[in-house]
């Protein structure tokens, strides 16, 4: 029998935190997170939560974040890669160079052709997918260690990028392409709302499939009263971001000129806003395919177990040779698509592109929970984990905080969240 909270009968009813079964561990994410986002706002005499600063850096989040949500799957079973920033380099540089010479060059492709861009960026998809499995070939057949192969990677593929581009800047690259950067690409204001609704719709049936799903098996649930509560803010957050993201407006300049190219004049008193990006658009793609393949495929469950228990997943019968193939491999996959995003938001191919970008991806999945012990760690955490590295170089670059002294604090943190989630562990006894 249950009560009508939803609770068994006679069982203890349970605090306010315990009845909404929110995980601790997220919680402290996002209470870390808001307490940057107050505390730059006030060094910043309330610029860092304006609806532009929130716009560039959700943009600035992504590349950064898509890679993150690979690197959780890498650490979790038990190995680490060095070459991402480095990857995503080459990768960028091979479509830089696939759309503005060599595919030119060898089909006879124009420049503005519509198969373009998107040839180029399929040609660094499968450049960025070979390399990581290459490099996932030596550590799981050859047996080296993850540290040194990607080690190696990170020297390698920085200048293996240097060679295919000669040390040049490329680029205009293709107006296309330039959309998955950001500013360039964004839905507007209609499909933005479009977008925020559908996914509250969808969000709030999942919650409700779930709880559906524990009751018809038996298994008990929050009461009702949690349910709402946590579907309150869901919904709140995803038409809240929505609602930041159409506030910024796009200048009256910009906006004259796009209609000056077409040919027209801008009435009088027009206003447009940029709306939901379409770079955050594929990373909520990317999050909700990794977080598919973790929870309901086989090769997540191998994944966790084999980051788990190494020696048991192999006497089990899991191929952890070809496992350790294929978690390099969509990482590298990754790494291609981060290209995409970050060379599409310069607007061209830099050769610096992507530095130290290692450090900020390991650092996004080790503050958003995943443990380098192995076999734990979430989609959702690395993402806020990205979030947060971001506000913080975000909010130290407007600050006025001299890039060194920004690096140093990245690291600080990293350094701290692994000694607090060694704390955790240690509290909790997992």
């Known amino acids: 029998m249950t009560d009508t909270t939803g609770a068994p009968a006679g069982v203890p009813k349970r605090g306010f935190l315990k009845s909404l079964e929110i995980d601790t561990r997220l919680l402290g994410m996002i209470g870390a997170f808001v307490v940057v986002a107050v505390v730059f706002n006030l060094l910043t005499d309330g610029r860092f939560l304006t609806p532009r600063n929130v716009f560039n850096l959700t943009i600035q989040t992504v590349s950064v974040a898509i890679m993150a949500t690979g690197m959780v799957f890498i650490i979790v079973t038990r190995h680490i890669d060095l070459s991402v920033g480095s990857l995503l380099a080459t990768c960028s540089a091979v479509m830089a160079m696939l759309q503005t010479r ?27 997918a070979a390399i990581g499995a290459f490099q996932g070939w030596l550590v799981g057949y050859l047996t080296i260690p993850a540290f040194i192969v990607t080690l190696g990677g990170l020297l390698i593929w920085r200048n ?3 060679h295919l581009t000669n ?20 839905l507007g204001t209609f499909w933005s709302w479009i977008v925020g609704l559908v996914a509250t719709v969808a969000a709030l049936a999942a919650l409700w499939n779930a709880r559906r799903t524990k009751v018809a098996h038996g298994f008990a649930v929050k009461p009702l009263w949690a349910e709402y509560v946590v579907a309150g803010i869901v919904a709140a957050g995803i038409l809240g971001f929505i609602w930041v993201l159409t506030s910024y407006e796009i200048p009256s300049r910009v906006l004259s000129r796009q209609f000056e190219a077409r040919g027209e004049t801008m009435p009088e008193g027009f206003t447009a806003s940029y709306g939901l990006p379409i770079s955050v658009l594929l990373l909520i793609a990317v999050a909700i395919v990794m977080t598919v393949i973790a929870q309901r495929t086989r090769l997540g469950r191998y994944i ?5 228990n190494p020696d048991a997943a192999e006497l089990s019968g899991i191929n952890t040779r070809m496992l350790t193939v294929k978690v390099f491999a969509l990482m590298g996959f990754l790494a291609a698509l981060s290209a995409v995003v970050a060379s599409a938001r310069l607007s061209f191919h830099s050769n610096d592109i992507g530095t130290l970008d290692e450090l900020r991806v390991i650092a996004a999945a080790v503050i958003g929970g995943t443990a380098l012990s192995g076999g734990i760690g979430t ?39 692994v000694f607090v989630d060694i704390l955790y562990r240690r509290r909790t006894g997992d």
């Open 379 to 417: 989609i959702y955490g690395a993402i806020l984990g990205a979030l947060i590295m971001q506000s913080l170089q975000s909010g130290m670059a407007m600050v006025g905080v001299d890039a060194p002294y920004q690096n140093i604090v990245v690291g600080a943190v990293l350094v701290l969240a």
């Open 167 to 186: 040390g040049q800047t490329i680029g205009p690259l293709d107006e296309t392409f330039q959309l998955f950067g950001g500013i360039q690409g964004t």
């Open 160 to 162: 293996v990028a240097w």
């Open 102 to 128: 060599w595919l030119l060059d060898w089909f006879g492709l124009d420049l503005g052709a519509a198969s373009l861009p998107w040839l180029a960026i399929l040609g660094g998809l499968l450049v960025g």
């Open 304 to 308: 966790f177990a084999t980051g788990g």
